[in-house]
């Protein structure tokens, strides 16, 4: 069973806005770089954006990819032991299947899957036009 568990997709008009939880199970959120991917039908997998580990160096980094910067915002809810990616002026390109992954103690996040070793089940995010 994965320790994580994503929530919060649907469907959306575009210029809509959704927000994605990334509960974490029983692992504490903050000693892990957590990240979220998306992987449209025919398309490759995509990182979206991470945030560092909430404590020592480089601690709460965030990076957002090009393509969602400045409208995508990831930040740490310690009341839900999650991570959110609160996604606002979504896009019909925007339409996909989102992951959380996270790995310990990872400094500073990155968007590359291969360096992440706990996945969720992933939520579907569908905008349309």
């Known amino acids: 069973q994965s320790q994580l568990m994503e929530s919060g997709g649907g469907l959306v008009q575009t210029g809509g806005s959704l927000r994605l939880s990334c509960i974490f199970r029983?692992?504490?959120?903050?000693?892990?770089?957590v990240a979220w991917f998306r992987q449209a039908p025919g398309k490759e997998r995509e990182g979206v954006a991470c945030?560092?580990?909430?404590?020592?160096?480089?601690?709460?980094?965030?990076l957002h990819a090009d393509s969602v910067k400045g409208r995508v915002t990831i930040s740490r809810d310690n009341a839900e032991n999650a991570i959110i990616l609160q996604m606002d002026s979504l896009k019909p390109e925007d339409t996909a299947v989102y992951y959380c992954?996270?790995?310990?103690?990872?400094?500073?996040?990155?968007?590359?899957?291969?360096?992440?070793?706990?996945w969720g089940q992933g939520t579907q995010v569908t905008v349309s036009s």
């Open positions: 992954a996270a790995k310990a103690l990872l400094r500073p996040c990155v968007l590359a899957g291969e360096k992440y070793d706990n």
């Open positions: 029983e692992l504490a959120h903050n000693y892990y770089s």
């Open positions: 945030i560092s580990p909430g404590t020592g160096p480089a601690r709460g980094l965030t």
